[in-house]
C-alpha cells in the first residue's frame, strides 16, 4: 500500500446504497468474472487487432495480474497506465482490479513533467506505458523519470522495442495463470484514480471506489440502456479520460457489453466504425461529432442508428444536437460530468434536448447517480429554486478523496460528504438542472466579468462558424481581453465584425463582444478529447503577437 486514500463521504451512505441495491456492492473483477460466466462467448471488445470475447479477454488478464504479481505488485499500490485505446488498456485495467491494486490511467500525448507530477503525488509503484504512441515514447521517458521517483519501481512497456530498464508486458502476459487467484478487495476500497486538469497549477486526481465506478457510474449509463440488453458502445474518447472511466468498468464489467475502441480519433475512423459495428451507444465531445458531420457527403448513405449520442466534456449546443440527431437517427444526450463527482443528462426521452436563454439543460438529477443541490458560493447555504449558485453533488458516484491533495479536500469537499463542483447551475421549479458557467471560468476586462460560455452559446447560432471556443488573452491596458478561435463552416468566411453584428442581434451586451479572433481548420484537442484551451491562447497570442505588451 502506498498513499492513504481515505473516503470523505460518511460511511452510513456507502452502506446504504450497498444494502438496497444502488451499488452492486462487488469489486470490479468479481463483476466482469459473473459477466463472462454468464455469456463467455461474447465480445469484449472491439480494436484495430479484432474482436475479442469474454472468455479470452479474461485469460490474458489473469496471466498479466499473475506477471504483475510476480513483480511484487498487490492490493493498494498504485499503478499508472498510459495506453491509446485498445485491448491492452482494458487488460491493465482488469488485470489491477484483480490484484486490489489501483489503477491510475491518464491519456497518451501527455507531457514528461505532467506524467511526472501524477506518479509523484500518487506514490505509484508502476507505469505500464505504450513504447511508442505516434511522437511519444512514454515507456523510454518513464525509464529515465525513475531515479527523480523513489516509489516507482517498475515500467512496463507495451509494444515493440521495450526500452533497456523496462520490462516488457508481452513477458508479463506469458505468465500461467493457473495459481493465481483474485485479491477480492472490498467494493468500498478504491480501484481507480481519475485525472482532471480542472482549474488548478497541477491536474488533480480523484480517487473512485469500486461502488462508485460500478454502481453511481454504472447507473448512469443504466438509465440510457431502455431494454436491459449489454451495450455495445463506441468510445470516441480515450479510456483512461474521467469520461472514458465508462467503459471497462461499467461497460463491460457493471453491464456485460462490448467496447469499441478506436486507438487515435479521426472523423473518419469513427464513422467507419459507426457503419462497420453498429454501436448502440456513442461517447464523445461536441467538437468531435461536429468534425464528423462535416466529414459526411451530402448524400451519404443513412447510418445505422444508436440508441443514443453521448456528449459530454464541453458545452453543447442547439445547432449541434439538432444536426447530430438528424444525421446518426437517435436521441442526442447532453451530459454533464466531471472527475469530481458530478453527473446529469437529459437522457432518453427527448431527441435534442431543451434550451433556452441560458443554454441546453444537464437534466434531471438521477439519486441512483448522485443529487445535486445549489449553493451560495460563499456560504455553501442550499438555495431555493430559480437561484444560480454553485452546484454541489453527492451520491453513490461520488468520490473518496482527493490524491496527495489535502488542500484540494478542504477545498471542494464539505464535511457532510458533498462534492463543490467550481460550477454555477440553477435547478428549476421542475426540477431541472442548468449549468451556466464556472466560477473560475471569467474573463476579467477592465474590471467587468465575461463568461465565455455566454459568447460561446451565443456565437453557435452564427449560420457561417461550425465551431468556436472562446478564450481569454492577456492585455496590458484592460488586463484580459476575450479571443474567440472559430472554424468556419465550407466556403464561409468570418470577420470580428460579423461575430459583433450576430451576439448584437442575441442581446449580448457589447462589453462582453469578443475583441481578439483566431480562425482554425480544427479546434485542437487535449489528450482527454476536449478542446485544448492552453494551446489555444498560446495561439491567440502568438497571432497577434504578445498581448500582454
Same mark, same amino acid.
Given at each position: 500500500?502506498?498513499?492513504?486514500?481515505?473516503?470523505?463521504?460518511?460511511?452510513?451512505?456507502?452502506?446504504?446504497?450497498? @444494502?438496497?441495491?444502488?451499488?452492486?456492492?462487488?469489486?470490479?473483477?468479481?463483476?466482469?468474472?459473473?459477466?463472462?460466466?454468464?455469456?463467455?462467448?461474447?465480445?469484449?471488445?472491439?480494436? $484495430?487487432?479484432?474482436?475479442?470475447?469474454?472468455?479470452?479477454?479474461?485469460?490474458?488478464?489473469?496471466?498479466?495480474? $499473475?506477471?504483475?504479481?510476480?513483480?511484487?505488485?498487490? +492490493?493498494?499500490?498504485? @499503478?499508472?497506465?498510459?495506453?491509446?485505446?485498445?485491448?491492452?488498456?482494458?487488460?491493465?485495467?482488469?488485470?489491477?482490479?484483480?490484484?486490489?491494486?489501483?489503477?491510475?490511467?491518464?491519456?497518451?500525448?501527455?507531457?514528461?513533467?505532467?506524467?511526472?507530477?501524477?506518479?509523484?503525488?500518487?506514490? %505509484?509503484?508502476?507505469?505500464?506505458?505504450?513504447?511508442?504512441?505516434?511522437?511519444?515514447?512514454?515507456?523510454?521517458?518513464? @525509464?529515465?523519470?525513475?531515479?527523480?521517483?523513489?516509489?516507482?519501481?517498475?515500467?512496463?512497456?507495451?509494444?515493440?522495442? $521495450?526500452?533497456?530498464? %523496462?520490462?516488457?508486458?508481452?513477458?508479463?502476459?506469458?505468465?500461467?495463470?493457473?495459481?493465481?487467484?483474485?485479491?477480492?478487495?472490498? $467494493?468500498?476500497?478504491?480501484?481507480?484514480?481519475?485525472?482532471?486538469?480542472?482549474?488548478? %497549477?497541477?491536474?488533480?486526481?480523484?480517487?473512485?471506489?469500486?461502488?462508485?465506478?460500478?454502481?453511481?457510474?454504472?447507473?448512469?449509463? %443504466?438509465?440510457?440502456?431502455? #431494454?436491459?440488453?449489454?451495450?455495445?458502445?463506441?468510445?470516441?474518447?480515450?479510456?483512461?479520460?474521467?469520461?472514458?472511466?465508462?467503459?471497462?468498468?461499467?461497460?463491460? &464489467?457493471?453491464?456485460?457489453?462490448?467496447?469499441?475502441?478506436?486507438?487515435?480519433?479521426?472523423?473518419?475512423?469513427?464513422?467507419?466504425?459507426?457503419?462497420?459495428?453498429?454501436?448502440?451507444?456513442?461517447?464523445?465531445?461536441?467538437?468531435?461529432?461536429?468534425?464528423?458531420?462535416?466529414?459526411?457527403?451530402?448524400?451519404?448513405?443513412?447510418?445505422?442508428?444508436?440508441?443514443?449520442?453521448?456528449?459530454?466534456?464541453?458545452?453543447?449546443?442547439?445547432?449541434?444536437?439538432? #444536426?447530430?440527431?438528424?444525421?446518426?437517427?437517435?436521441?442526442?444526450?447532453?451530459?454533464?460530468?466531471?472527475?469530481?463527482?458530478?453527473?446529469?443528462?437529459?437522457?432518453? &426521452?427527448?431527441?435534442?434536448?431543451?434550451?433556452?436563454?441560458?443554454?441546453?439543460?444537464? !437534466?434531471?438529477?438521477?439519486?441512483?447517480?448522485? #443529487?445535486?443541490?445549489?449553493?451560495?458560493?460563499?456560504?455553501?447555504?442550499?438555495?431555493?429554486?430559480?437561484?444560480?449558485?454553485?452546484?454541489?453533488?453527492? !451520491?453513490?458516484?461520488?468520490?473518496?478523496?482527493?490524491?496527495?491533495?489535502?488542500?484540494?479536500?478542504?477545498?471542494?469537499?464539505? +464535511?457532510?460528504?458533498?462534492?463543490?463542483?467550481?460550477?454555477?447551475?440553477?435547478?428549476?421549479?421542475?426540477?431541472?438542472?442548468?449549468?451556466?458557467?464556472?466560477?473560475?471560468?471569467?474573463?476579467?476586462? !477592465?474590471?467587468?466579468?465575461?463568461?465565455?460560455?455566454?459568447?460561446?452559446?451565443?456565437?453557435?447560432?452564427?449560420? #457561417?462558424?461550425?465551431?468556436?471556443?472562446?478564450?481569454?488573452?492577456?492585455?496590458?491596458?484592460?488586463?484580459?481581453?476575450?479571443?474567440?478561435?472559430?472554424?468556419?463552416?465550407?466556403?464561409?468566411?468570418?470577420?470580428?465584425?460579423?461575430?459583433?453584428?450576430?451576439?448584437?442581434?442575441?442581446?449580448?451586451?457589447?462589453?462582453?463582444?469578443?475583441?481578439?479572433?483566431?480562425?482554425?481548420?480544427?479546434?485542437?484537442?487535449?489528450?482527454?478529447?476536449?478542446?485544448?484551451?492552453?494551446?489555444?491562447?498560446?495561439?491567440?497570442?502568438?497571432?497577434?503577437?504578445?498581448?500582454?505588451?
Amino acid at each position: 500500500m502506498t498513499v492513504v486514500l481515505h473516503d470523505l463521504l460518511p460511511t452510513e451512505l456507502r452502506r446504504a446504497w450497498a @444494502v438496497d441495491g444502488t451499488c452492486p456492492d462487488l469489486d470490479l473483477y468479481s463483476l466482469f468474472r459473473a459477466r463472462l460466466v454468464a455469456d463467455p462467448h461474447r465480445t469484449a471488445v472491439l480494436d $484495430a487487432k479484432g474482436a475479442l470475447c469474454y472468455t479470452a479477454l479474461d485469460r490474458r488478464v489473469r496471466s498479466l495480474a $499473475a506477471g504483475l504479481q510476480s513483480l511484487g505488485i498487490g +492490493p493498494g499500490d498504485v @499503478v499508472g497506465v498510459q495506453l491509446p485505446n485498445g485491448r491492452d488498456a482494458v487488460m491493465a485495467d482488469l488485470a489491477l482490479a484483480a490484484l486490489g491494486a489501483v489503477a491510475l490511467p491518464f491519456p497518451v500525448g501527455r507531457g514528461v513533467m505532467e506524467s511526472e507530477c501524477l506518479l509523484r503525488r500518487s506514490e %505509484a509503484v508502476a507505469v505500464i506505458a505504450a513504447t511508442r504512441h505516434r511522437d511519444h515514447h512514454h515507456a523510454a521517458d518513464f @525509464v529515465q523519470l525513475r531515479p527523480a521517483l523513489p516509489h516507482l519501481r517498475q515500467v512496463i512497456a507495451v509494444g515493440a522495442d $521495450a526500452p533497456g530498464g %523496462a520490462v516488457p508486458l508481452r513477458t508479463l502476459s506469458r505468465t500461467a495463470p493457473g495459481p493465481f487467484l483474485p485479491a477480492r478487495p472490498r $467494493a468500498d476500497d478504491p480501484a481507480r484514480i481519475l485525472v482532471s486538469s480542472g482549474s488548478e %497549477a497541477e491536474p488533480k486526481m480523484v480517487a473512485y471506489s469500486h461502488n462508485a465506478l460500478a454502481g453511481g457510474r454504472g447507473n448512469f449509463l %443504466a438509465s440510457l440502456i431502455p #431494454d436491459a440488453t449489454p451495450p455495445r458502445c463506441l468510445f470516441l474518447v480515450p479510456l483512461a479520460s474521467a469520461f472514458g472511466s465508462n467503459g471497462t468498468a461499467v461497460t463491460l &464489467a457493471r453491464h456485460g457489453g462490448t467496447l469499441v475502441l478506436l486507438e487515435h480519433f479521426t472523423p473518419e475512423a469513427a464513422l467507419d466504425a459507426i457503419r462497420s459495428h453498429r454501436p448502440t451507444h456513442v461517447f464523445g465531445v461536441p467538437t468531435m461529432v461536429r468534425m464528423m458531420l462535416s466529414s459526411l457527403d451530402p448524400d451519404h448513405e443513412p447510418l445505422p442508428a444508436p440508441t443514443a449520442i453521448v456528449l459530454g466534456g464541453a458545452a453543447l449546443d442547439e445547432t449541434t444536437a439538432a #444536426d447530430a440527431a438528424r444525421a446518426f437517427g437517435c436521441s442526442v444526450v447532453n451530459l454533464y460530468g466531471s472527475a469530481d463527482g458530478v453527473n446529469c443528462h437529459t437522457g432518453l &426521452a427527448t431527441t435534442v434536448p431543451p434550451q433556452d436563454a441560458s443554454g441546453l439543460v444537464a !437534466g434531471r438529477p438521477d439519486p441512483m447517480v448522485t #443529487d445535486i443541490r445549489i449553493t451560495d458560493p460563499a456560504t455553501h447555504e442550499p438555495l431555493p429554486a430559480g437561484d444560480v449558485g454553485e452546484i454541489e453533488s453527492r !451520491g453513490p458516484m461520488s468520490p473518496m478523496c482527493y490524491v496527495g491533495a489535502p488542500e484540494l479536500d478542504a477545498r471542494y469537499r464539505a +464535511p457532510d460528504g458533498w462534492v463543490r463542483t467550481g460550477d454555477l447551475g440553477v435547478i428549476d421549479e421542475a426540477g431541472l438542472l442548468r449549468v451556466v458557467g464556472r466560477l473560475k471560468d471569467i474573463v476579467i476586462r !477592465g474590471g467587468a466579468n465575461i463568461s465565455p460560455a455566454e459568447v460561446e452559446r451565443g456565437l453557435t447560432s452564427h449560420p #457561417d462558424i461550425r465551431d468556436v471556443v472562446c478564450v481569454g488573452v492577456p492585455d496590458a491596458l484592460m488586463g484580459e481581453r476575450l479571443a474567440s478561435c472559430i472554424v468556419a463552416r465550407a466556403g464561409r468566411t468570418v470577420d470580428l465584425a460579423s461575430v459583433g453584428r450576430h451576439l448584437t442581434t442575441l442581446g449580448v451586451e457589447r462589453r462582453k463582444h469578443p475583441e481578439r479572433l483566431l480562425l482554425l481548420e480544427e479546434v485542437p484537442l487535449n489528450p482527454a478529447g476536449k478542446p485544448d484551451r492552453a494551446a489555444l491562447r498560446t495561439m491567440v497570442r502568438a497571432s497577434m503577437g504578445d498581448c500582454s505588451q
